[in-house]
């Protein structure tokens, strides 16, 4: 074998592991969530919707679980994410390119999806926190900032890395075909 | 496939098996059993130099073209 890939295959488990554990954590923030939320929905309400922009009164039962459940529909796609991309390393670490190409277009979708999602979630997020507010004070916002766009390029980024992975395990075929 | 690889013929003229070769050149004896049989893409220059300083013989006894009747 005239190409050593070791430094590679070392590279991509370090990030296999990393993005791995990073996947874990969010998930005990989402199983957190969720119990602080039975817990006390009004503290975990108020805390949300402060983060969101939104410290203006008292909810209804509903805006915080529902606040919560955005939280952790969030949680849960970065956890996907971050599962996805550990799993792409993991399959470079492993020599498998192929299976690293497939699963990296899964994760471009990923990446769009969760666009989708940063483009919604302030319009979501203020007619939730906004609905107990009389007449007049109830709000509807639309947003675009760094995060969304920087999610959008991270998609093109992600499918071009998968396209670059495909042609990559073409080559790696034809090199293991050459004696 | 027109190029037909003589590699077992040679070694059986010099009487070495393919474990003994392939250990010799430095290669899987699977690929040189690939290689035997035809199965390959392509042969690198220093593979066929090793094979060919290890058989003392030329790459023309190693490799043989027919073309494929149309």
Known sequence: MLINTQSVSDAAWRLRVILGTIAVVHVVFILGLIVAAFWNPAFVGDTLGAWAGYENGERMMWQNFALVAMACVGLFMWAMML????????????????????????????????FVL????????????TWHMPEGQKELSLALNSGQLSLALSALITGCMARALAVGAELWREHREVV | MPIIVRLDVMLAMRKMTSRDLAAKIGIAEQNLSLLKSGKVRGVRFNTLEAICTELECQPGDLLEFEPEED
């Open chain 1, 83 to 114: 599962t996805l991309a550990a799993r792409v390393f993991g399959q470079i670490a492993d020599g498998e390119v192929d299976e690293a190409a497939t699963i990296a277009r899964r994760l471009t979708l990923w990446f769009w999806a969760m």
């Open chain 1, 118 to 129: 940063a483009l919604l979630s302030p319009m979501i997020l203020s007619v939730i926190s």
